[in-house]
């Protein structure tokens, strides 16, 4: 879709927020050709980036006055005071709201008001991907959903804003706010970040509790899984299959249902229980509420796993890891025993 032919090309966005996806929404959307403004607490650090990378930068109140789309891209629990406080009282009526995770309005914690489109475009793909794919002349696709259409014209601004960042060069879909919340949460939980992080630090305690090197346990449990997992991501499991070996191969067919099995699967309808019932998210923001007490416990308990200070000497020598210049070499491993 051209500047000429979208639908947002004479209106004014705001967006909200400059982290991962603020910055590369900003950007494409302004070389799109559409009008940008970005809304950050004064003089912080993504301001300073914002001004640098040539937006016109406002207090989000200020930003949001005359935006006709508000584009919501803060963290999620900072996102209910941040309506309360600046958009609420200043979006004007007939304008879309959107957001590009639809936690805060599923769940209740933001309740938009009713002269208003609530709209969502959710890339799939961090930050960084969606501005170099846009930037190739490609995109990433994207899920979209209408949650509220007051004007009679929330789709169009919808299927405006998701070309606007490069996703209409690749795919659209079409969802709501409560598929896209609930899968979203799940896949994180259960899969991409709970279910994973556990099957490595499990897998990792086998191996060191049956006496074999702490190094050599790395290397097969986590350290490998990224060359399991861009097959994955490049071919599903037919690539997987065809660029392992036939001893992986068979090694997959018979343990990999002993290790994650029917009882595995119950375990995650519970989760998934959980999250569909809201309890996840009564949680979590209750946790979020009262200071982040547990979050902090359970994730310094992950950052002293013995993985951590393994892993942390091994990717040291490995340069091809290290984003700046070489660093000093690192003292010998000594050998476990």
């Avoid at 091994?314 to 984003?323: G, S």
Wanted: aromatic share 8%.
């Amino acid at each position: 879709m051209s500047n000429a032919t979208n639908p947002l090309a004479t209106s004014r966005i705001a967006v909200l927020g400059y982290g991962s996806q603020g910055r590369a929404h900003a950007l494409n959307l302004r070389d799109s050709g559409l009008d940008v403004v970005v809304g950050l607490r004064p003089n912080g650090p993504t301001w300073h980036k914002a001004v640098a990378d040539g937006f016109k930068v406002a207090e989000p109140a200020e930003a949001v006055k005359g935006a006709d789309l508000v584009a919501v891209l803060t963290p999620d629990m900072v996102q209910p005071t941040l309506y309360k406080e600046a958009i609420e009282p200043n979006i004007k009526p007939g304008a879309a709201l959107l957001f590009a995770h639809g936690f805060n309005v599923h769940f209740g914690q933001i309740k938009p008001r009713a002269d208003i489109d609530v709209i969502l475009v959710a890339p799939k793909g961090p930050g960084a991907l969606v501005r170099s794919e846009y930037e190739r002349g490609r995109g990433v696709p994207c899920i979209w959903a209408v949650h509220q259409d007051v004007s009679g014209h929330a789709e169009a601004k919808t299927k405006g804003y998701a070309d606007g960042i490069g996703g209409g060069r690749a795919m659209i879909i079409q969802t709501d706010f409560k598929e896209e919340t609930e899968t979203d949460l799940f896949g994180e939980q259960a899969v991409l970040c709970g279910g994973a992080s556990e099957l490595v630090l499990k897998g990792f305690e086998t191996l060191v509790e049956a006496g074999y090197q702490p190094e050599i346990a790395y290397y097969e449990v986590m350290h490998e899984l990224k060359l399991i997992v861009d097959l994955f991501y490049e071919g599903g499991l037919a690539k997987m299959l065809q660029f392992v070996s036939e001893t992986a191969q068979y090694g997959d067919y018979v343990s990999g249902p002993r290790v994650v099995d029917a009882g595995t699967k119950a375990r995650m309808k519970e989760v998934l229980t959980d999250i569909q019932d809201g309890t996840f998210a009564r949680n979590w923001i209750a946790e979020y509420q009262a200071g982040l007490p547990n979050y902090k416990r359970l994730k310094q308990a992950d950052l002293e796993h013995p993985i951590e200070r393994v892993g942390a000497a091994l990717r040291a020598r490995m340069p091809w890891l290290q984003p700046t210049a070489p660093k000093p070499a690192a003292a010998p491993l000594k050998k476990a025993g």
